[in-house]
Nanobody
Framework: HVRLVESGGGLVQAGGSLRLSCAVS????????MAWYRQAPGNQRDPVAT???????NYADVVKDRFTISRDVAADTVYLQMNSLKPEDTAVYYC???????????????WGQGTQVTVSS
């Protein structure tokens, strides 16, 4: 089975930076769209950034020009570089990956366990 292992969260002061990583294990046949979501207490889980296999990136308006999603294809890892962090960026961040487990099988999706990002003012 495919598992996603996240790392890189933590506590940072406003204006600081963090880099999240999400490694895909299980050697799927192919990986499609990779994305990051976040969920603050009492809120729904919202998309932050997505990256398609064609290299198309989309960002939530609130993180544009501050966050960058990237991918290491060889390592099956997706990253989220977060700069100029604000207290309102505080949330649990989840990676999400769409993949095909074996040739001819259906497209599936998997979630990471979440990593806490806390930005102090």
């Amino acid at each position: 089975h495919v598992r996603l292992v996240e790392s890189g969260g933590g506590l940072v002061q406003a204006g600081g930076s963090l880099r999240l990583s999400c490694a895909v294990s299980g050697s799927p046949f192919s990986i499609n769209t990779m994305a990051w979501y976040r969920q603050a207490p009492g809120n729904q889980r919202d998309p932050v950034a997505t990256l398609t296999t064609d290299g198309v990136r989309n960002y939530a308006d609130v993180v544009k020009d501050r966050f960058t999603i990237s991918r290491d294809v060889a390592a099956d890892t997706v990253y989220l570089q977060m700069n100029s962090l604000k207290p309102e960026d505080t949330a649990v961040y989840y990676c999400n990956v769409q993949y095909i487990l074996a040739r001819g099988s259906l497209l599936r999706t998997s979630w990471g366990q979440g990593t806490q990002v806390t930005v102090s003012s």
